[in-house]
T-cell receptor, first 115, second 111 residues
Framework: NAGVMQNPRHLVRRRGQEARLRCSPV?????VYWYRQLPEEGLKFMVY????????ESGMPKERFSAEFPKEGPSILRIQQVVRGDSAAYFC?????????????FGDGTRLSIL | QKEVEQNSGPLSVPEGAIASLNCTYS??????FFWYRQYSGKSPELIMF????GDKEDGRFTAQLNKASQYVSLLIRDSQPSDSATYLC???????????FGKGTKLTVNP
């Protein structure tokens, strides 16, 4: 069974470009969570999505960041007009149901570097 | 601000010893508590989770939860060099499914 699949594993962008990070959850999981880990920092929640719905976006920066989880295809985290401070590891996690008691399983992450 | 606090370490123990990792949380309504292991440059890997007061054992790992003290711990018995990693404590705050993480404790097990 495939786990959470994220691509690309590494992404390099120049300041002002757009970054698109993709996440395919574990087969059968319909709940996706995005987290960001800055260098020497802990993981920070960004957004929680269920198919076609954003459930909680309380951790998303107000500008330049957006996320979607369409009916078909992977979840996408989109960062427009990237800046140096966006350099981080972005992790996606999934779970079969939306419950505070349900463990979340993480993908290998996308390491985003901004030149 | 809902916070999760961990000693950053590093915590160093000899091979075969018991490693004790601690975590406190500020939201008294927190519902579930998770321990993840993260090797350098890798993704977090679920070790254990607990949501009732008391102890929960799985192999060499024991999670302990004390909701009155807002304290959760992870014990690793018979520590092995392969246990050397950063251990992340995470909680789900009341009314939420998101995970709030501590900054992690770096554990080194010396052969």
């Amino acid at each position: 069974n495939a786990g959470v699949m994220q691509n690309p594993r590494h992404l390099v962008r120049r300041r002002g470009q757009e970054a698109r990070l993709r996440c395919s959850p574990v087969k059968g999981h319909s709940h996706v969570y995005w987290y960001r880990q800055l260098p020497e920092e802990g993981l920070k929640f960004m957004v929680y999505l269920q198919k076609e719905n954003i459930i909680d976006e309380s951790g998303m920066p107000k500008e330049r960041f957006s996320a979607e989880f369409p009916k078909e295809g992977p979840s996408i985290l989109r960062i427009q007009q990237v800046v140096r401070g966006d350099s981080a590891a972005y992790f996606c996690a999934s779970s079969p149901i939306g419950s505070p008691h349900q463990p979340q399983h993480f993908g290998d992450g996308t390491r985003l570097s901004i030149l | 601000q809902k916070e999760v606090e961990q000693n950053s370490g590093p915590l160093s123990v000899p091979e075969g010893a018991i490693a004790s990792l601690n975590c406190t949380y500020s939201d008294r309504g927190s519902q579930s508590f998770f321990w993840y292991r993260q090797y350098s440059g890798k993704s977090p890997e679920l070790i254990m989770f607990i949501y009732s007061n008391g102890d929960k054992e799985d192999g060499r790992f024991t999670a302990q939860l004390n909701k009155a003290s807002q304290y959760v711990s992870l014990l690793i018995r018979d520590s092995q060099p392969s246990d050397s990693a950063t251990y992340l404590c995470a909680v789900t705050p009341g009314g939420s499914e998101k995970l709030v993480f501590g900054k992690g404790t770096k554990l080194t097990v010396n052969p």
